[in-house]
């Protein structure tokens, strides 16, 4: 009986050993998991501004009459972003001829070669953490940036 006792003894002391150690680690592995949700709500976050900006890019880049819509590229950066709260965007288009000159972007500009249009979108947003980590910004600021030549 002896025996049966002192093996009795040694696995609930071994049970008691598994409880403290889970006990040190769980925290540890929480905050692990925690972070790692973030991290990957950052990255969504980040991914989602700039397939806004995209967006705007590609509406914009369709031909020489939507690349001079500058409200109509923003409509569709901010309509593609529609689960980003606060997302801006600003829209441009830049001439320039072929052969390296400067344009204005009027018709009878670029009179040795032809006309380029480039479309850009830029778009802002502002991540905000769902816990706030000490030395970690409870938000971060995260812009996008798209350029794309238009069709002529």
Do not use: W
Request: charged fraction near 10%; proline fraction near 2%.
């Amino acid at each position: 009986m002896r025996a049966a006792t002192k093996i009795a003894r040694a696995l609930s002391a071994d049970k008691g050993q598994a409880l403290a150690e889970m006990a040190i680690i769980a925290p540890l592995l929480l905050l692990l998991l925690i972070g790692l949700v973030e991290v990957g709500r950052y990255a969504n976050f980040s991914i989602l501004v700039s397939n806004a900006a995209r967006a705007g890019v590609q509406y914009g880049a369709q031909n020489l009459v939507t690349a001079a819509d500058n409200t109509g590229m923003q409509n569709a950066a901010t309509a593609d972003a529609q689960n980003i709260a606060g997302l801006t965007a600003a829209a441009t288009h830049v001439c320039k001829c072929a052969d390296g000159s400067a344009s204005t972007c009027l018709p009878t500009d670029c009179t040795s070669s032809h006309r380029l249009v480039y479309v850009q979108v830029d778009t802002t947003g502002t991540f905000a953490s769902l816990l706030h980590f000490a030395g970690i910004a409870p938000s971060l600021t995260i812009t996008g940036h798209a350029v794309m030549r238009a069709a002529q």
